[in-house]
């Protein structure tokens, strides 16, 4: 049978939300980008000027927010459409910061869970298949080198319009890749079970259709 639940792990730039995006548009599955959740958490906190390493101020701007995901894939933070502020390249630094606290976590994890409720789901994160849906049927982690990422994430932003330099993106990544393994609570891991792409030279349709080729196998 068809996998209810896919998780797609792995660090930043792997290629983890056009994938998950690609999967959800040919299968039918309702795509939940547990990062935005972080990233949304931590673009209120900076509009509110919240101290990131202030636990309680975090949690108070968390608990007075209300986050949708909507089935075109925007991302609506009070009612306001942010999809695309929140991508920009201080928004993943804003949401590694808050992602650090469990408290936050788990506010995040039971909104995830609700919005999974019913529904076939492709999730990507860190700690889909480790720690938030450890049941899933499918598990994938992705990654490539952090080379590779950076280039990819940086031609992104470029075309986006963004003015940043390959070795601001590198830097960015890899410091990011750093806090997100290193954290005490629900880490980046290779969660047990996981198949591992590498999809360092690989095309997007390449890796695309190895995924389908596990959908349809029923893994
Ligand atoms: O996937 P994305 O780059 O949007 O994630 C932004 C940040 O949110 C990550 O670097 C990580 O700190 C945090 N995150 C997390 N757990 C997840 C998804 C994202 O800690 N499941």
Not at 169 to 185: A, I, Y
């Amino acid at each position: 049978p068809e996998p209810m639940i896919i998780t797609i792990d792995g660090p930043a730039g792997a290629g983890k939300s056009t994938v998950a995006k690609e999967i959800s548009r040919r299968f039918g599955y309702f795509h939940l980008d547990s990062g935005a959740l972080y990233r949304a958490i931590g673009y209120a906190c900076s509009l509110k000027g919240a101290d990131l390493n202030n636990l309680q101020e975090v949690i108070s701007v968390a608990k007075s927010i209300k986050i949708e995901l909507t089935e075109e894939g925007k991302v609506i933070l009070n009612g306001r459409d942010v999809t695309w502020e929140i991508r920009k390249p201080e928004g993943g630094y804003l949401a590694s910061q808050v992602a650090r606290f469990k408290e936050i976590r788990e506010v995040v994890v039971e909104l995830l869970r609700e919005m999974a409720k019913g529904k076939k789901i492709v999730i990507d994160g860190r700690d889909a298949g480790s720690y938030i849906f450890p049941e899933a049927d499918l598990k994938i982690y992705l990654t490539a080198t952090p080379e590779e990422r950076a280039k990819r994430r940086y031609e992104e932003l470029k075309k986006r319009g963004f003015n940043v330099s390959y070795e601001e993106v590198l830097k960015e990544v890899v410091e990011r890749d750093e806090r997100d393994r290193n954290r005490p609570f629900a880490p980046l891991v290779v969660p047990e079970g996981a198949i591992v792409i590498d999809t360092t030279g690989k095309s997007l349709e390449t890796v695309i259709s190895e995924i389908s080729q596990l959908i349809k196998n029923g893994n």
